[in-house]
């Protein structure tokens, strides 16, 4: 598929940036208990540890897609690369509020990052690689998500959970030093100059395309932050389960959307049709997401989450192509149009696990609000229903437009 030693590189070190991104994105979840204890904080507080990242990003990635449609693209992903190794400054934070501005940096890296990888993309790989190199990144940050959930809870029994969080950011690092010293990012293929302005993320949002992208993301998303953030801690909790038999368990939902990523990537590839990718993600999501939590029977639990992974990820590779493959748009257009979905999914992202660590702090269980999320989940089954193919004459006119 890569036929060049520059572009081999390059996609190796996107994918080692997708795997230690989603690392130390999760990794917080299994050692929060740790957390709380440490700096004497209540659920709500330790919430704003995964919520706080999602703010940042959801606040900032409209004009983090502006930036991007108008500057050097790899100056821009690498000063996103370099915020997003803040946790390497976790032993530095010897008070809560210095942990939550680590993670608040953390997050900005995405808002440069993400955008900035669609237009790396289509420079580098031809329109018929890009479903399988954009499920291959996906992969790589679900397996993330996977190492992160997995190895934090075990190292910090070694090590503490401020120097296990530091490692995941360390690496980041490292990749940063490759990628800035070694890699050529290829120029665009048009010489072209696209002025972005607000009205053009405003007409993105508004498009149908666009807002159902975001709604079915946002229903799917955040559920799973509700979930991820919250289960280690209520099977710990509930159950009394150790820390790192909890962040196994979650650890599978990452681990079996590497898999389903992988499927869809490659069948991606092979058919034109984006939304059955959507409906049966949604049914998935909907069912497994109430069993997670619901059950009692430690088999079931273990059924339900690896369902709920392999369904929470399916349908990522057809979002994020299904911008790529409608007639005419531009590196711009899908900078921007990313941009603007993932504004809208992260709005209910940032609910979520606040709304878990508020409600369990009121009511005394966690089922509420876990049971309010499983519900909103079928959103993204809704939303996959009513959304166009992308060529189809309603999707085409529904897509972002910058001339």
């Keep these: 598929m890569i036929s060049n030693p520059q572009r081999l590189l390059l996609a190796g070190l996107l994918l080692f940036q997708s795997l230690f991104y989603g690392a130390n994105f999760a990794a917080v979840t299994p050692v929060l208990p740790l957390i709380m204890d440490h700096y004497d904080v209540s659920r709500s507080g330790a919430s704003l540890l995964m919520a706080l990242v999602i703010v940042v990003q959801a606040s900032l990635i409209i004009p983090g897609g502006m930036i991007v449609a108008r500057a050097p693209i790899k100056l821009i992903l690498s000063l996103g690369w370099l915020f997003a190794c803040a946790m390497v400054l976790v032993p530095l934070a010897d008070s809560f509020p210095l942990l939550l501005g680590l993670r608040a940096i953390f997050g900005l890296g995405f808002v440069l990052v993400m955008p900035a990888t669609a237009p790396v993309l289509m420079r580098s790989f031809r329109r018929s690689e890009l479903s399988i190199i954009t499920s291959l990144s996906l992969t790589f940050f679900t397996l993330g998500i996977g190492v992160g959930t997995f190895v934090s809870a075990p190292l910090a029994e070694f090590i503490g ?3 296990a969080l530091s490692i995941l950011g360390g690496a980041l690092l490292a990749g940063l030093f490759v990628w800035w010293f070694f890699v050529i990012v290829p120029p665009a293929r048009t010489t072209a100059v696209r002025s972005v302005s607000l009205r053009d993320m405003w007409n993105s949002m508004r498009s149908k395309t666009t807002v159902l992208l975001g709604l079915a993301d946002g229903a799917g998303y955040a559920q799973y932050v509700a979930l991820t953030t919250w289960l280690p801690t209520y099977y710990n909790q509930v159950f009394g389960m150790s820390l790192s ?16 990523t992988l499927l869809a990537g490659f069948l991606g590839a092979k058919i034109q049709v984006k939304r059955p990718f959507f409906m049966i993600s949604g049914v998935l999501v909907g069912l497994a997401g109430f069993g997670s939590f619901a059950l009692d029977n430690e088999l079931l639990i273990y ?8 369904g929470c990820f399916l349908y990522l590779p057809a979002m994020l192509t299904l911008p790529m ?3 005419g748009t531009t590196e711009s257009d899908v900078a921007v149009m990313w941009s ?11 609910i979520a696990p606040i709304s878990v660590g508020v ?9 509420p609000a876990f049971s309010v999320w499983a519900v909103f989940s079928w959103g993204l089954l809704v939303s996959g229903f009513l959304l166009p193919e992308p060529n189809s004459q309603v999707s085409q006119g529904a897509a972002t437009s910058l001339e």
């Design 245 to 260: 038999k909890a962040g196994f368990i979650v650890g599978l939902i990452p681990l079996m959307g590497v898999w389903s």
């Design 340 to 350: 603007a979905m993932f504004a809208i999914a992260s709005f209910f992202a940032v």
């Design 325 to 327: 493959e409608l007639k």
């Design 359 to 367: 409600m369990t702090d009121a009511f005394g269980s966690y089922v």
């Design 161 to 163: 959970w401020q120097n």
């Design 303 to 310: 059924v339900s989450v690896a369902v709920l992974g392999f």
